[in-house]
């Protein structure tokens, strides 16, 4: 055989636009994923496996009060009539139905293994039995009364239900999660409660927004006349989002919720206690969270913990110790909020399918209102499906009646006359329903055709079938029954048992709201760094180390040939440095990120953003509330606060302004109601500190008064201690207030030669 032979016909070939066709198949597949796939239907809440497998447990009659079928039947029936997919994939989406931890209300009532919260996979489907909850009947609730739509399944050969009837609002209440092409869905659980009060007022009042349907004060006691106060996980948590972050989520149909854990002090006697959390997020595996904390516990990023143990039983209870009874339980677990998933964003992304068809985004309203929409439709089509029913049934009855009245009549045409159905219709007037149904009557019915019964029958039915013809034409008696319908469902799952306080096992709300305690955010960050003493040692050349321990010995070895010490100062690694460079700025180091002790350091111009020909005036430790006086070579300055020093970038923070020539010089602590300054001319002045503004940048005002030069020192000091000096011997010199009059004054003055003394370096400190 030949090549040629091999090829299809000529006319079977044809030129595709390969771009066009990748296109449209991607579009297709696109589309086929969105719609039956990951996106739920706003109606019932439902992704159609998880449609189809309540669809098969209803006709296996798998109600809640018979007993269970093994799991594997139930997937084989969805397989093999509905669902062409993997068997684990559609039993992982069983399994998830069952689990109380994921669904806030189980739609399958599993027995047997069926996974934990600790992550561990369930038994397999051979191994459990299921059956649907009482949740799941309703949504089921009048499937067979022409309520929804059916369509062939996959091979035609059988139909499913194209949506649920869906007596639940599923999709606020279970909440969903998916992945399409383009799009994904996140809807957290809600209370059945507060979206049965929120879907009441949207009934009374169709305008309401969104604002209208969230509770005015979230955080307050639980009642059942509450509105929706935010979502409600099956593992409860406390939520600290404000009502307006609530809103505008609701409102936009996207945002985040904060969920944390709930937690408790457990006082253990002699000042220690321990925390015991019983709580968590949801959707975080519990054995994964014991392990993250166990990491950062062993790689020392929680130096305020010092064991995490996993006590739990069928509740949890995580026990946290701290490492002393003096640590600070609020800011140990705040600490452990900002780095494990003891607090989690639980996303909201409301995209949904409307109507089952198109993908979009809705709000809170919106969702509520598809549906209420739905339930209408429901309850119209169940009516009209009622009334079909009754009109049947009383053609029948009509029927009955006569051939009741002509017993005997009817007895001998059936016995005698060749075509018993034709005899029956000609001598009684019937029509061809009522016939059939007499020829259909048992004997033993026989003795209970009464005509009182008939027509009581007859009459019960006339009047139902005036109230649903009155129902269908009555928009408002629609809304009323759905009402009432609603009502009913809120009676079924109430927050409270029938005595007011015993919290419903379904129905209680189990998210708490509150906010987040005030915590000082630098104790927190402080929280994270382990305390350790360190000596800041800076060069000349501007190379930083920090070497372990006070007092730390500085060899003229460890600097780079031609430099040497600048600055030597003990600190502890949770403090912070302000560093101030001659153009005026400051800088914010962290003592916990400067290099260790070997080797020479790091350059300190790789860690702040230093402008180039600036030097460094000085480095000090910020104590928070200190004040100190901030000076500049040409003798202008101000009081500023070290809290307006600290800049939260690398770029650093301009606080005094200067023009070249003149550079920032001195930057001195402000203790004492005196300032005595001395300029490069030896001059000392003397002048009440109430004298100097306090700001927090600009140029300042002038200290001192020069001809040339230029300032020299400042140092503040108490008037009844008198100003002191250090010359260059080491000997400490005292001058009393009284004895300083010469050289007292008023700020911006020349000054006179300082005492006898004085060093002739120009500096307090010789």
Same mark, same amino acid.
């Given at each position: ?318 026990? &946290? /110790? ?9 800011? =140990?677990? !705040?600490?452990?909020? %900002? *780095?494990?998933? @003891? ?105 209970? &055709? /009464? ?9 019960? =039915?006339? !009047?139902?079938?005036? %109230? *649903?013809?009155? @129902? ?105 440095? &302000? ?188």
């Amino acid at each position: 055989m030949s090549d040629a032979d091999t090829l299809p016909p000529a006319d079977d070939q044809r030129v595709v636009d390969l771009k066009q066709a990748l296109e449209e198949r991607y579009l297709s597949y696109a589309l086929s994923t969105i719609t039956q796939r990951a996106l739920p239907d706003a109606r019932d809440g439902l992704k159609p496996v998880h449609r189809r497998i309540l669809h098969a447990m209803r006709l296996l009659r798998l109600d809640p009060n018979q007993g269970y079928k093994k799991s594997a039947r139930i997937v084989g029936d969805v397989i093999g009539k509905f669902h062409p997919h993997g068997d684990q994939s559609i039993y992982d989406a069983l399994v998830r139905l069952a689990q109380d931890f994921a669904l806030r209300y189980p739609l399958v009532d599993g027995q047997g293994n069926f996974g934990n919260i600790d992550g561990d996979s369930p038994a397999a489907m051979r191994y459990t039995e299921s059956r649907m909850t009482d949740v799941a009947t309703r949504l089921l609730e009048g499937i067979t009364e022409d309520a929804i739509d059916f369509k062939p399944t996959y091979d035609g050969e059988d139909e499913e239900p194209v949506v649920l009837p869906s007596n639940f609002p599923n999709l606020l209440a279970n909440g969903s999660t998916g992945i399409a092409v383009g799009m994904a869905t996140s809807v957290p659980p809600h209370n059945l409660v507060e979206l049965c009060n929120a879907a009441l007022k949207l009934i009374h009042h169709p305008d309401a927004t969104t604002n209208d349907l969230v509770h005015a004060d979230p955080s307050a006691p639980p009642s059942m006349d509450d509105l929706v106060r935010g979502p409600d996980f099956p593992t409860g948590g406390q939520m600290v989002e404000s009502r307006a972050s609530i809103v505008n989520s609701y409102e936009t149909g996207r945002g985040a919720f904060r969920v944390r854990a709930i937690w408790h002090k457990e006082d253990k006697g002699r000042g220690v206690y321990q925390i015991v959390v019983t709580q968590i997020p949801y959707g975080v595996q519990k054995a994964r969270l014991v392990e993250k904390i166990a990491e950062l516990l062993l790689a020392k990023k929680l130096p305020l913990l010092k064991d995490v143990r996993d006590e739990s039983a069928d509740d949890i209870r995580l026990v &946290l /110790e701290p490492r002393a009874g003096t640590v600070d339980a609020v800011i =140990l677990m !705040e600490q452990l909020f %900002k *780095l494990t998933e @003891l607090e989690v964003r639980f996303p909201l992304n409301l995209n949904v399918l409307d109507r089952g068809t198109t993908p979009r985004v809705m709000s809170l309203a919106d969702a509520l209102r598809a549906w209420l929409d739905h339930r209408k439709v429901v309850l119209v089509r169940r009516s009209q499906h009622r009334l079909e029913q009754i009109a049947n049934r009383l053609e029948v009855l009509e029927g009955y009646i006569v051939a009741y009245l002509n017993l005997d009549e009817v007895i001998r045409i059936i016995r005698e006359e060749d075509d018993a159905k034709a005899s029956l219709i000609a001598t009684f007037n019937l029509t061809d329903n009522q016939a059939e149904a007499i020829l259909n009557m048992r004997l033993r019915s026989l003795r209970k &055709l /009464e005509e009182m019964e008939l027509r009581q029958e007859h009459k019960a =039915l006339t !009047e139902e079938k005036g %109230k *649903l013809e009155a @129902l269908l034409a009555s928009d408002k008696r629609q809304w009323g029954e759905i009402s009432k319908q609603v009502e009913a469902l809120k009676k079924a799952y109430p927050l409270f048992d029938a005595d007011g306080n015993t919290p419903h096992a379904l129905g209680a709300r189990r998210t708490i709201l509150g906010a987040a305690p005030n915590a000082d955010a630098a104790e927190i960050t402080e929280a994270f760094i382990e305390r350790e003493p360190i000596t800041v040692i800076l060069s000349e050349k501007g190379w930083i180390r920090a070497p372990k321990g006070h007092n730390a010995p500085v060899d003229d070895k460890a600097f780079k040939t031609g430099d040497r010490l600048k600055i030597s100062l003990n600190c502890e690694t949770t403090d912070k440095l &302000l560093m101030l460079t001659t153009g005026g700025k400051v800088y914010t180091l962290g003592a916990d990120k400067l290099p260790g002790g070997r080797g020479q350091g790091e350059p300190v111009r790789i860690m702040v953003d230093m402008d180039e020909g600036q030097d460094i005036v000085e480095l000090f430790v910020y104590r928070p509330g200190k004040k100190r006086i901030i000076a500049s070579s040409n003798g202008y300055g101000f009081v500023v606060g070290e809290d307006d020093l600290i800049a939260n970038t690398r770029k650093g923070k301009q606080i005094l302004n200067v023009s070249s020539p003149a550079e920032a010089r001195l930057i001195v602590p402000c203790d004492g109601d005196r300032v005595a300054v001395i300029g490069q001319n030896r001059k000392l002045l003397v002048f009440p500190l109430s004298q100097l503004a306090a700001m927090a940048r600009g140029k300042g005002v002038r200290l001192q008064r020069y001809k040339d030069g230029g300032i020299s020192d400042l140092k503040t000091f108490y008037a009844a201690d008198g100003l002191t000096w250090v010359d260059s011997s080491g000997r400490t010199y005292t001058k009393p207030t009284e004895e300083l009059v010469d050289w007292s004054g008023d700020r911006a003055t020349a000054g006179r030669q300082p005492p006898t003394g004085f060093p002739r370096n120009n500096k307090f400190v010789g």
